[in-house]
């Protein structure tokens, strides 16, 4: 069994980051349940493209959503509507947990906070994700990955120097809060089985975004340090630590312990750097930056990448610098089955996603698809009680 096997998660989610928050649950065991609305085809994500499937249920052909939600269920429900809402209270009365992730003034309105579901479980965990929580100045303002990015600073803290401000390549912030949110809601099943009592937890975008700014925060808020940007991706205080030219590209080198120097020294047959003054120590190579890399560069422009990645293999710190190709098509990722495929419905070829990063010291069960929009609608009701003539009347209504 995995660990949260037999644990309940409503999951009013939709785009990418609760999904991805959600994903990891159900990797670990969880059922979540997607409340989707019946009204405005689901998630939003079904529609998200540039790319689909050939021969699957166009509700589930987006690529965009396949990566979000498999092992996932799915149920359509009006929260709007008066029966929607105490559809979602009998639901919630054998849940362990709901998340949403709304714009902060929304949850209270559709009926998605511990005090309105208290009654129903008391022990309901019931955390909420939004773009900058559900108080303040900003509570109704929608909000989105690269927003936050822009305003914590990371835009100022990427890319080169003399370029203009940049994101990062990938939605990271989304990502991030939707790991918080996870480690949120599993802290606070353990405190509701240990008290008998659920609660709210919330995480925001813009919190963790500024959060993650960590020790470049703490030099500014007690040395009054700004932090800018290095050449070459490299690390604000350490060197060696970035991007080498090599014979036919870049090798990344990064070492962070005085040690990994000195092994650098030897494996590049230049052991007298290890006495240069300009070198000795951390704070003399990061002063010394450009000497350094100049040095560097004339070494590793005289073999090609494959080959000083052989030479400091397990001894120095080293990584190629691939495009998303190269690295989903690493010997090395194929080699331990970090890429599965996951069956869909129909004739479909299955598709090809990652495996969870979390291990459990068990095999993985087999994984399920994303499911069709309010595929398991019907499934979830008689489970509650509903009859088929009382499931009828709901379809007709649109309140399923």
Same mark, same amino acid.
């Given at each position: 069994m995995?660990? +949260?096997? #037999?644990?309940?998660? $409503?999951?009013v989610?939709?785009? #990418?980051?609760a999904?991805?928050?959600?994903?990891?649950l159900?990797?670990?065991g969880?059922e979540?349940?997607?409340?989707?609305?019946?009204?405005?085809a /689901?998630?939003?994500?079904?529609a998200?493209?540039? !790319?689909?499937?050939q021969h699957a249920?166009?509700?589930v052909?987006s690529l965009? @959503?396949?990566g @979000?939600?498999h &092992?996932?269920?799915? $149920?359509t429900l009006?929260?709007?509507?008066?029966q #929607?809402q105490?559809i979602?209270?009998?639901?919630a009365?054998?849940?362990?947990a709901?998340?949403? &992730?709304l714009?902060?003034?929304?949850?209270?309105?559709?009926?998605?906070?511990?005090?309105?579901?208290?009654?129903?479980?008391p022990?309901l965990?019931?955390?909420?994700?939004?773009?900058?929580g559900? &108080?303040?100045a900003?509570? %109704?303002?929608?909000?989105y990955?690269?927003?936050?990015?822009?305003?914590? /600073?990371?835009?100022?803290?990427?890319?080169?120097?003399d370029?203009?401000?940049t994101?990062?390549? +990938?939605?990271?912030?989304? @990502?991030?809060?939707?790991?918080?949110?996870?480690l949120?809601?599993?802290? %606070?099943?353990?405190?509701?089985?240990?008290?008998?009592? #659920?609660r709210?937890?919330d995480?925001?975008l813009f919190d963790?975004a500024?959060?993650n700014?960590?020790?470049?925060?703490?030099?500014f808020?007690?040395?009054? %340090?700004?932090?800018?940007?290095a050449p070459?991706? *490299?690390h604000?205080?350490l060197a060696?630590?970035?991007?080498?030219?090599t014979?036919?590209?870049f090798?990344?080198i990064m070492? &962070?312990?005085?040690?990994f120097w000195l092994?650098?020294?030897?494996? +590049?047959? !230049?052991?007298?750097?290890?006495?240069?003054?300009?070198?000795?120590?951390y704070?003399?190579?990061?002063?010394?930056?450009?000497?350094l890399s *100049?040095?560097l560069?004339?070494?590793?422009e005289?073999?090609?990448?494959?080959?000083?990645?052989?030479? @400091?293999?397990?001894k120095?710190?080293?990584a190629? =610098?691939?495009? =998303?190709?190269? *690295?989903?098509?690493?010997?090395? =990722?194929a080699?331990?089955?970090?890429?599965?495929e996951?069956?869909?419905a129909g004739?479909?070829a299955p598709?090809?996603?990652l495996?969870?990063p $979390?291990h459990c /010291?068990?095999?993985?069960p087999q994984?399920a698809a994303?499911?069709?929009?309010?595929?398991?609608?019907?499934?979830?009701?008689?489970?509650?009680?509903?009859?088929?003539?009382t $499931?009828?009347e709901?379809r007709?209504?649109?309140v399923?």
């Open positions: 995995l660990p +949260l096997s #037999g644990v309940r998660v $409503i999951a989610e939709q785009y #990418g980051a999904p991805f928050g959600t994903l990891q159900a990797s670990l969880a979540v349940i997607k409340v989707e609305s019946p009204r405005e /689901g998630d939003v994500s079904r998200v493209g540039p !790319h689909f499937m249920d166009p509700s052909a965009f @959503f396949q @979000f939600n &092992n996932k269920k799915s $149920i009006d929260l709007r509507q008066s #929607g105490q979602l209270q009998r639901l009365a054998g849940a362990d709901l998340v949403s &992730n714009r902060g003034d929304v949850p209270a309105r559709l009926g998605l906070t511990y005090a309105q579901l208290e009654a129903s479980n022990k965990v019931c955390a909420h994700l939004t773009a900058y559900r &108080n303040g900003r509570a %109704a303002w929608p909000g990955d690269y927003l936050m990015q822009a305003e914590a /600073g990371y835009f100022d803290l990427t890319g080169e120097p370029g203009p401000p994101r990062f390549g +990938l939605s990271v912030v989304d @990502f991030m809060t939707g790991l918080a949110l996870a949120g809601v599993a802290a %606070a099943l353990v405190g509701a089985r240990q008290t008998g009592r #659920g709210d937890v995480v925001s963790v500024l959060y700014l960590n020790y470049v925060a703490t030099w808020l007690n040395a009054g %340090a700004g932090s800018s940007r070459r991706s *490299a604000l205080s060696p630590c970035q991007l080498y030219k014979a036919d590209g090798i990344y070492c &962070n312990k005085e040690k092994e650098l020294c030897n494996e +590049l047959a !230049h052991p007298e750097w290890k006495q240069d003054i300009r070198f000795s120590s704070s003399a190579r990061l002063q010394h930056r450009a000497e *100049a040095v560069d004339r070494v590793f005289t073999a090609d990448t494959a080959t000083w990645l052989e030479r @400091f293999a397990g120095v710190p080293c190629p =610098v691939y495009d =998303v190709m190269q *690295a989903l098509s690493n010997p090395f =990722v080699a331990s089955e970090r890429i599965m996951v069956p869909v004739d479909a598709v090809r996603v495996r969870p $979390i /010291g068990e095999p993985q994984p994303a499911p069709a929009l309010g595929e398991h609608t019907e499934e979830i009701l008689h489970s509650l009680g509903y009859d088929a003539a $499931i009828r709901l007709r209504q649109v399923i």
